[in-house]
């Protein structure tokens, strides 16, 4: 009994360790320097394309959530929202949930907070900001943070673009660890609005997140990003169709 009760034990140890800790990607490090504008949206803008063949997953009126493990070794997600409101009005929900400004970041927070580390402006508006995002999470679960940068474009009257990735270091110089987080990592990925028509509008967001080794692949791709992050993109969608909807 007490060699089969140590042999489940041990497999039980081992066990977690496949599901928790094993198999995490490395990823090379980027500095804010570094990363290539036009580069980064003509990926992005072409997986945004490729995820129009995911299959959907999670469906309401005007909603669908897809996600893959292709083009990278973490899951993507991606959702699609069809609405009628004001394209303006639409630009600025976007730029207000990547944009920590002071209006955002002064914000009291229970379970994060936000700073702005790096911005640039073009004809005194923000055209590339770094903001650091911290989410607290109670035990057993670990604090996390992302420091990522975000390009805002418009390439066309109709149409407003961000592609965003992380990013480790400015100028060399890392940024400031926060003391017992997790640094997340986001591959590069896209938001996109189109108005397809007057007042009817098309959003789409792609994003890729990957706890950077703090958890296994398998626990990453087929429990927080199934479980968790899909679900958590889906009723990000929903609101924003719902808020979209009535300011328009």
Excluded: C
Excluded at 55 to 79: C, F, I, M
Excluded at 94 to 103: F, I, W
Excluded at 168 to 193: C, H, Q, W
């Amino acid at each position: 009994m007490k060699n089969a009760a140590m042999a489940l034990g041990a497999l039980v140890l081992i066990l977690l360790y496949l599901i928790f800790l094993a198999g995490g990607n490395e990823y090379a490090d980027h500095d804010v320097a570094d990363l290539d504008r036009e580069q980064l949206f003509r990926i992005t803008e072409e997986l945004l394309e490729e995820s129009e063949a995911w299959p959907v997953q999670l469906t309401a009126e005007g909603v669908q959530v897809s996600s893959s493990l292709d083009p990278y070794p973490t899951r993507a997600v991606r959702y699609r929202v069809e609405v009628e409101g004001d394209f303006e009005k639409a630009i600025a929900y976007v730029k207000d949930e990547t944009y920590s400004g002071p209006g955002r970041r002064d914000q009291p927070h229970l379970d994060k907070y936000e700073v702005t580390l790096y911005e640039k402006n073009k004809d005194d508006v923000p055209y590339e900001w770094v903001r650091r995002s911290v989410h607290f999470s109670p035990p057993p679960g670990s604090d996390r943070d992302a420091v990522v940068m975000y390009f805002e474009d418009r390439p066309a009257p109709n149409v407003y673009r961000i592609a965003f990735q992380s990013v480790e270091t400015i100028d060399g110089k890392a940024f400031p660890e926060v003391e017992n987080t997790v640094r997340f990592k986001v591959l590069p990925s896209m938001y996109k609005i189109v108005e397809t028509a007057p007042g009817k509008l098309l959003v789409r967001k792609v994003e890729a997140v990957d706890p950077r080794g703090a958890m296994s692949s398998l626990m990453n791709n087929y429990f927080i990003s199934l479980l968790f992050f899909r679900s958590f993109m889906f009723e990000q969608a929903q609101a924003m169709q719902v808020m979209l909807a009535t300011s328009g």
